[in-house]
């Protein structure tokens, strides 16, 4: 598996405690960005934001350099949308893997420090009948305490706001 980096570290810091988070782009992962961000700051920890991505079927003859641009991509959006941007005062250390996202996020934990946080999915078709999910696999093979943030959490923290009309309650940059 390999991983590069998708942003330059933001600041140094010599703590050994991670946050990773995954992003696949849907509301659930936004949320779980909002989370991690949080308590990376609040535990003065590395922030790794994980864009795991493969080739599949649709995809035909796309050259895997574009495959891994638009995860690098989703990471930016993710941040754009979240913040406006990577956040200041953290170090933030993106990975982007090839590679099936649960083992990508259980390859970035590095020991029983870290924290693990995913956004809360709904499973649905196949994965239903199997009983297998991204969540599941990183709670049986993480080594780490792993969170699941569901998507009402972020839905909650903007629902004032957004009634109100008062700014959003992003972190300053």
């Not at 790794?48 to 690098?72: C, I």
């Not at 993106?94 to 590095?110: D, F, R």
């Amino acid at each position: 598996m390999t991983g590069t980096t998708t942003a330059s570290i933001t600041g140094e810091n010599n703590t050994t405690a991670r946050v990773i988070v995954g992003l696949s782009g849907s509301l659930s992962s936004l949320a779980a960005l909002y989370h991690s961000v949080g308590e990376a700051a609040r535990q003065a920890a590395v922030l790794v934001p994980v864009a795991a991505w493969t080739p599949n079927d649709r995809d035909g003859l796309r050259p895997l350099s574009e495959l891994e641009h638009a995860a690098r991509r989703r990471l930016d959006i993710a941040f754009d949308q979240a913040y406006g941007g990577y956040p200041t005062g953290l170090v933030i250390r993106p990975l982007v893997v090839n590679s099936e996202p649960g083992p990508a996020l259980v390859a970035a934990v590095t020991g029983p420090d870290d924290l693990l946080v995913l956004g809360a999915a709904t499973r649905r078709g196949f994965d239903r009948l199997r009983g297998t999910s991204v969540a599941r696999y990183c709670r049986h093979r993480a080594g780490c305490r792993v969170v699941e943030v569901s998507p009402s959490a972020l839905l909650t923290r903007l629902e004032l706001p957004a009634r109100t009309g008062a700014p959003l309650p992003l972190l300053a940059r």
